[in-house]
C-alpha cells in the first residue's frame, strides 16, 4: 500500500470512499483529463499525487531530505540522552 | 464481559488539557483514571514521512474539514498528547489585553497575576524556552531579513523543547522526542503518581444521579465494557468532540451555547523563491514570528517542512509546481493566522461532529491585508518570485472568500466559559452550569479568540482547574511552599 492510500484509507467515512475513488481516477490518464473539469478537486488531486511523489525517499534525498537519517538521527539521541 | 474501575476523578482525554490535570490531580493524591480514546505513540514508529504519519497520528487522517466558506482543513492529534503530539510547539502565555476582555465580557476573575503561577508551572514542566538564531533555520533567516529590512517587529518563538537539534518535522511526530509534548511529559508524571490511563476507550455515557456525576462507561478497543465510578468527571475530549460528549448525555445545554462561538485561528501560507539555499525543513519549523500587525488581529507565523509538505501546500500547478519543487532548497515558506470574528458551530450527528464555519467580513478583510503583508515581507528579504496561497491573477485586494485555502489549528469556544449561567457552558472554575461533579479542561472553554497558540493557556486553565479541586491555590514551579497536599481531592 502507497502512503498516499494509506492516508485515504484512514480519513472518515464518507471521504474514505471519495477520497479513494478520486486517487484512482487521478492515477490514470483518462482519469486525470476528466477531473480538468472540476478545477478545485483537480488541484487538490494534483497536490495529493504530487505529495505521494516527493515523499520517496529516492526523490526527496535528491531535494536534500534524507527521512531515514533524520529518523536515524533522531534514534541515535534519544539513547544517548535516554529519551522516552 | 465488563471491567470496573474506581477514582476520586475520571479524566475523558489524554491532550492538553486532560494530561495536564491527570498529573497534577494524581501528584496531588487524588486517585485518577484517565480515558484516552486513540492509541498510545512512541518515536520508535515515527517515519517523518507527511502521509504515513498523517494517517497515522492524526484525528481522520488530518481530513477533519470544516463545512462553509471557505471550507478548512482543522488538523486534530490523536491519542495520547492529543494536539500537543503534532502541534509546532509554540508557547505564548495568554495576552494581557485578552484577559481584560474576558474580565469584561465574561466575569472571568482571570488576570495576569491570578495566571501567573500556573503558567510558570507548566512553563518548567515542558522545558519552554526561546529559540535559538542557530537552530531556527534558513526559514526564519529569511523571514527575519524582511521583517527588519521594513522595522516591523518580530522576534524568536519561546518553544516547549529540550536538545531540539531542528528535525523540522513536529507537525509529524518528532523523531528525537525533544518536543516536550504531554504524552512524554504530563502522562509518564501521572502514571508515576498512581493515575490509571487507559487508551482506545471509547466514553459513551457520563452517568449522573440527582444532578451530581457518579462516573463514566466506555467502550474499550476490544469491544468490552469499562465503568469508572468516580464523583468527579474532568472532560477534555477537545474542543470539536466535547461539545458532541456532553451533547449526547444532555449536559450543558442549559444556555444555548454549546457547540456554538468557534473559533479556529484560520491560517495560510505562501512560499517564496530565494537566491540562497534556504533548506527550509533544516531547523524549527515554526521558530519566529512577526507580531507588527496583532492589533489587527494579523499573525505572521513560520512553517516549514519537507519535500511532501511543501508539495502539498505550493499553491500552484501542473508544470510550474514541478519547476518550484525542483528548487525546493531554495523555496522559504511563512504563514499568515487571523485572530478571527467569524464564529462556528459543532453539531453532532450521529455521534459524529459537523463543524459548520463562515468567513466573515472582517476576517476576509485581515487575510486580504495579512496576504499582502506575507507579500511585502519576502519582497523585503529579496525574494525572487513569491507565491501567494491565491489563485493564479488574483490580487490579495481583490480575494473573495473562495478564493482563499485556509487550514486551522487552534479550536476553542464550544462549551466557552462565562460566569453566568445563562451565557455560559462552564463557570470561571470550569465547573459545567447545571450538573455537579463536571468539569471541562480543554480548548472549549476559551470564551474568544486568543490571537496566539493556545496550548499553553488550555494547559495553564487545566493546572488551576487540578489545584481547584485538590482545594488548594496553585503553588508556582521551584517554590518553597511546596506541591499541594495529599487527600484533598474533591
Not at chain 2, 521594513?150 to 531540539?164: E, K, M, Q, T, V
Not at chain 2, 515581507?377 to 485586494?397: I, N, Q, S, T, Y
Request: glycine share 12%; hydrophobic share 45%; aromatic share 6%.
Amino acid at each position: 500500500m502507497t502512503s498516499l492510500n494509506e492516508f485515504a484509507a484512514a480519513g472518515p467515512w464518507p471521504q474514505r470512499a471519495v477520497l479513494g475513488a478520486l486517487v484512482s481516477l487521478a492515477r490514470r490518464r483518462r482519469g486525470r483529463a476528466l477531473l480538468r473539469y472540476l478545477p478545485q478537486v483537480d488541484q487538490l488531486m494534483q497536490a495529493l499525487l504530487a505529495t505521494e511523489h516527493f515523499d520517496d525517499p529516492a526523490v526527496s534525498r535528491r531535494l536534500g531530505w534524507d527521512p531515514a537519517a533524520v529518523i536515524a538521527r533522531g534514534r541515535d539521541l534519544r539513547r544517548l540522552e535516554g529519551r522516552l | 464481559m465488563t471491567s470496573h474501575l474506581a477514582a476520586d476523578v475520571c479524566v475523558i482525554g489524554a491532550g492538553a488539557g486532560g494530561a495536564v490535570a491527570a498529573a497534577e490531580l494524581a501528584e496531588g493524591g487524588a486517585r485518577v483514571v484517565v480515558l484516552e480514546q486513540g492509541p498510545a505513540h512512541s518515536a520508535h514508529d515515527f517515519t517523518a514521512r507527511p502521509p504515513e504519519m498523517l494517517a497515522r497520528l492524526y484525528r481522520d487522517a488530518g481530513q477533519t474539514t470544516t463545512l462553509g466558506m471557505p471550507p478548512i482543513g482543522l488538523p486534530l492529534g490523536s491519542g495520547i498528547g492529543g494536539t500537543t503530539l503534532i502541534n509546532s510547539g509554540t508557547c505564548f502565555r495568554t495576552p494581557p489585553r485578552v484577559l481584560d476582555r474576558w474580565a469584561a465580557e465574561f466575569g472571568l476573575d482571570l488576570d495576569e497575576a491570578t495566571l501567573r503561577p500556573a503558567f510558570e508551572r507548566v512553563e518548567q514542566a515542558l522545558s519552554v524556552s526561546e529559540v535559538t538564531p542557530e537552530l531556527a533555520g534558513g526559514n526564519a533567516d529569511v523571514a527575519r531579513r524582511g521583517a527588519e529590512r521594513l522595522g516591523w517587529s518580530h522576534g524568536y518563538l519561546r518553544r516547549n523543547a529540550r536538545g531540539c537539534v531542528g528535525s523540522g518535522v513536529c507537525a509529524y511526530g518528532c523523531p528525537t522526542s525533544a518536543k516536550q509534548h504531554v504524552g512524554i511529559t504530563y502522562v509518564p508524571r501521572a502514571e508515576a503518581a498512581g493515575a490509571q490511563v487507559v487508551t482506545g476507550a471509547d466514553v459513551r455515557r457520563i452517568v449522573m444521579r440527582g444532578g451530581r456525576a457518579r462516573g463514566v462507561e466506555a467502550r474499550t478497543a476490544a469491544g468490552e465494557s469499562l465503568t469508572v465510578e468516580a464523583p468527579t468527571i474532568v472532560v477534555a475530549a477537545g474542543t470539536i468532540y466535547t461539545p458532541v460528549l456532553l451533547s449526547r448525555n444532555g449536559l450543558g445545554g442549559g444556555s444555548g451555547e454549546l457547540g456554538r462561538n468557534l473559533s479556529l485561528h484560520p491560517a495560510t501560507a505562501g512560499f517564496a523563491l530565494m537566491d540562497e539555499t534556504v533548506d527550509m525543513a533544516r531547523g524549527v519549523p515554526q521558530s519566529f514570528y512577526v507580531d507588527e500587525f496583532a492589533d489587527e488581529g494579523i499573525m505572521l507565523e513560520g512553517i516549514a517542512g519537507p519535500p511532501a509538505h511543501a508539495a502539498m501546500a505550493l499553491p500552484l500547478k501542473g508544470r510550474r509546481h514541478a519547476e518550484a519543487m525542483a528548487a525546493y532548497p531554495r523555496l522559504a515558506e511563512f504563514g499568515v493566522m487571523v485572530s478571527d470574528s467569524s464564529r462556528g458551530r459543532v453539531r453532532a450527528i450521529r455521534g459524529r461532529p459537523l463543524i459548520r464555519y463562515d468567513l466573515d467580513d472582517a476576517d476576509v478583510a485581515r487575510f486580504r491585508a495579512g496576504i499582502g503583508r506575507l507579500r511585502e515581507l519576502f519582497d523585503a528579504a529579496g525574494a525572487r518570485e513569491v507565491f501567494l496561497p491565491l489563485p493564479h491573477g488574483v490580487k490579495p485586494e481583490e480575494a473573495r472568500r473562495r478564493d482563499f485555502k485556509l487550514m486551522a489549528f487552534h479550536p476553542l469556544g464550544t462549551a466557552r466559559a462565562d460566569a453566568r449561567p445563562a451565557h455560559g457552558v462552564v463557570d470561571g472554575d470550569l465547573a459545567l452550569h447545571g450538573a455537579q461533579g463536571v468539569y471541562v479542561a480543554d480548548g472549549s472553554v476559551v470564551p474568544s479568540s486568543l490571537g496566539v497558540n493556545p496550548q499553553m493557556t488550555i494547559m495553564a486553565l487545566a493546572t488551576r482547574l487540578a489545584f481547584h479541586l485538590l482545594g488548594r491555590d496553585v503553588v508556582a514551579a521551584g517554590s518553597s511552599s511546596g506541591g499541594p497536599e495529599v487527600g484533598q481531592a474533591a
